[in-house]
């Protein structure tokens, strides 16, 4: 990995191609990456849109094993306590999609395998008049995961760390001024990316106003 040409990977990745592949990759491979590519998908992530152009994300990547090991002790065990009754339902109810199934095991792998996760990205931001501005860190996050993207990384967006966010934040050196809003955690996918399951379109865009029960008759 360390003859990557990191300058040039991901700058000819088509843009549109990008944002519909840019699945959740929930298994990765625990080798390093180096510290210049995370520093390039955090740089997509500061070309983000924000409220008067304030860019109060901050940006905290955790690489070393311990730390993540730390980290991933409260992920699994918050993750497990919602994960395994929703999913153990799931699997007794021949109603509930096989496709949601599997994203929920995948889900369950990712925390099980949380330390393995060779970056573990907190993206954190100001707050602005003692609210979270997560609204102004959503569009910087989105960029970050289609940089990963464009450049081969595996990621997805968690924020189940919120639940201890006070204790993690305060380990990440973060105060309550600067809280974390989401974690993503990012590796060399095991897999491959490709069109994660969505509605069409048509289902989900009206031009000019919404026809009465429409939106209720394509749910
Ligand atoms: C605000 C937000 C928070 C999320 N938090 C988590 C999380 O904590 N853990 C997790 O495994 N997935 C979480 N997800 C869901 C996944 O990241 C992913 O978007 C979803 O499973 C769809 O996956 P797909 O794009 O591969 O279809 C969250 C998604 C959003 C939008």
Known sequence: MSDLDIEGLGEDFPLLEGIRTARAIRRLRADPVPEA??????????????????????????TEA???????ERYRAR?????????????????????????????????????EAP????????TRRGETQSQALFPAIQNVLLAC???G?????????????????AYLGL?????????LPIGWPEGKHG?????????????????EGAIEARR
């Open 175 to 183: 105060s309550p001024a600067t809280p974390s809003c989401a974690l």
């Open 66 to 72: 311990d730390r993540r090991a730390w980290i991933a």
């Open 119 to 126: 970056v573990h990205l907190f993206v954190a931001g100001w």
């Open 149 to 151: 993207r464009a450049v």
């Open 195 to 211: 069109r994660p399951p969505r509605a069409s379109v048509d289902e989900k865009l009206f031009f000019e106003s919404v026809p």
């Open 153 to 169: 990384l595996g990621a997805s967006l968690t924020t189940v760390h919120l639940a201890d966010g006070a204790e993690i934040d």
């Open 79 to 115: 993750f497990r306590q919602y994960i395994v009754p929703t999913l153990e339902r799931a699997e007794a109810d021949p109603s509930v999609p096989e496709a949601k199934i599997r994203n929920m095991r995948a889900a369950l792998h990712l925390a099980d395998h949380f330390h």
């Open 37 to 62: 590519l995370i520093r390039k998908v955090c740089e997509a992530g500061t070309f983000a849109p924000s409220g008067g152009n304030r860019q109060p994300w901050i940006f905290v990547a955790v």
